[in-house]
């Protein structure tokens, strides 16, 4: 992590100004998927900011995350036709019982939270969907049923 990061710096920012900080850390998300401590100390020694004013800066973006994403990524959709069905319900329950808030990962790396806007599916009102694919009328129930059922599938395993 540390070399590819190192490797992906001098490539693409050989001389890169504090102006660059953002697309850096885009680059580096990209790459990994999140923001590893050890890429933000390589950005913070070769920029020479230090690392607490980088994680500062970054979490002041929505879009940065400092954890894997886990195997299952849920979204639950926050847009209107779904708020105004219950969808609220459906990531309060799922935050109960995944014991994380929106924009988390569980300890085990199974599952990521996150909330979208519309996510174009309106018609199937409130509706979340777990690495792409798109489950409809969600309920509380059925998203812990979800939850349960891809635990016991990832136990078989
Ligand atoms: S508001 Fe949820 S899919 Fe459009």
Excluded: W
Excluded at 34 to 63: C, D, H, T
């Amino acid at each position: 992590m540390k070399e590819k990061t190192e490797v992906l710096f001098d490539d693409k920012y050989p001389h890169a100004e504090r102006d660059a900080l953002i697309p850096i850390l885009q680059d580096i998300q990209e790459e990994f998927g999140y923001l590893p401590r050890e890429s933000i100390e390589v950005v913070s020694r070769k920029m020479g900011i230090a690392a607490s004013k980088i994680f500062g800066v970054a979490s002041f973006y929505n879009q940065f995350r400092f954890q894997p994403i886990g195997k299952y990524h849920i979204l639950v959709c926050r847009g209107t036709a779904c708020h105004v069905k219950g969808s609220e319900k459906v990531l309060r329950a799922l935050e109960k019982e995944l014991k994380i808030t929106s924009g988390q990962t569980t300890r085990d790396n199974l599952f990521t939270l996150d909330v979208v806007a519309c996510i174009g599916a309106c018609g199937l009102a409130p509706v979340i969907s777990i690495n792409g694919e798109f489950y409809a009328a969600m309920t509380p129930e059925k998203a812990l049923d979800l939850i349960a059922e891809i635990r016991n599938n990832h136990d078989d395993k």
